[in-house]
């Protein structure tokens, strides 16, 4: 009910709408509506009412919800005050409740590729995707690039001009303000299951020792930005690029083709350049005059 009414608010932002005109909507008397506005207020949300005017909803305020983001995604939604990691909250849910999205306001024991913590303050966003993709294991790769397109486009929304490093990670003025975690279980022939896992430096601090290389988009603007917003678009964003021809769109806006990397191994490191994309998204490289795929490792570009 909460979220049907934000829903009806949020179509009409900006704008007045009379509680009897949202009762009717949705089947349900005005005393309902009253009830309902009073609790999103609560929540923190910006809403004027009028008598004989009726409802205007001005700001989000940065609230995080789980009845705001479900109806802006239109995703069931799991919201958490803080956990250990969505990731691992996510596949607790998979068998057992249909939950498509996990949201915390700050995690415990964020984490990374190759085993990496993922500082998580409150402030940042903290989300996990559930999927069912209906891709093939040699297909894996495609979560990846479309998570980085979903949040690469968003950041674009909100007025930056990130940088997509391979697989995913997403930089602004050569930190990094973005990291994903994607886990799978496959069958022989499709993916059975996807936890995407996405961490967004937003209106969040970082340690000190972290601000030569990490940065958030508040500190980048001097503003605070609504992380409610931005979920919305990144999850619209990767419904569109995972039906897509995502090696296409990711050649397009991954600024890393064409330039000198260097492949970081557990034991070694060697210095190549970024060539393409081949057709199951796998990074393509000229080393020492060669071409071949990178397979493993992690990729490290100077700024």
């Known amino acids: 009910m909460i979220d049907k009414v934000f829903g009806i608010l ?42 004989k005017n009726g409802h205007k909803l001005v700001s989000l305020n940065d609230c995080l919800d789980e009845d705001i983001i479900s109806a802006l995604t239109d995703k069931k939604t799991l919201f958490l005050d803080d956990c250990q990691s969505t990731n691992l909250e996510a596949r607790k849910l998979i068998e057992t409740k249909p939950i498509e999205l996990v949201v915390a306001s700050k ?20 989300m996990t995707y559930i999927i069912k993709p209906q891709l093939a294991p040699r297909q894996a790769m495609f979560i990846n690039l ?106 397009k806006k991954c600024a890393m083709i064409g330039k000198e990397i260097t492949i970081i191994n557990d034991a070694s490191s060697f210095a190549a350049k970024a060539i393409d994309l081949n057709q199951d998204g796998l990074l393509v490289i000229n080393r020492q005059g060669k071409q071949e795929v990178a397979v493993g490792g992690e990729v490290s570009i100077k700024f």
């Open 146 to 251: 479309a998570a980085g397109l979903s949040v690469f486009d968003a950041l674009t929304q909100c007025g930056f001009e990130p940088f997509l490093k391979y697989p995913n990670d997403i930089y602004i003025n050569g930190k990094k303000v973005c990291g994903i975690l994607t886990e799978i279980l496959a069958d022989f022939d499709l993916l059975q299951w996807a936890i995407v896992g996405i961490g967004i430096n937003v209106n969040n601090d970082l340690p000190q020792d972290l601000k030569s290389k990490a940065t958030s988009l508040a500190l980048e603007k001097g503003q605070k930005f609504d992380r409610a917003l931005i979920i919305q678009d990144v999850i619209n964003n990767f419904d569109y690029y995972i039906k897509q021809d995502i090696v296409m769109h990711y050649r």
């Open 107 to 126: 995690q415990t024991q964020g984490r990374g590729r190759r085993g990496r913590g993922f500082v998580s303050y409150e402030g940042g966003i903290y």
């Open 10 to 51: 949020y179509q009409n932002i900006g704008e007045f709408i009379s509680g009897e005109l949202i009762g009717k909507s949705l089947g349900v008397s005005r005393a309902a509506v009253s009830k309902a506005i009073a609790e999103l207020k609560q929540k923190g949300l910006e809403i004027v009412s009028i008598p």
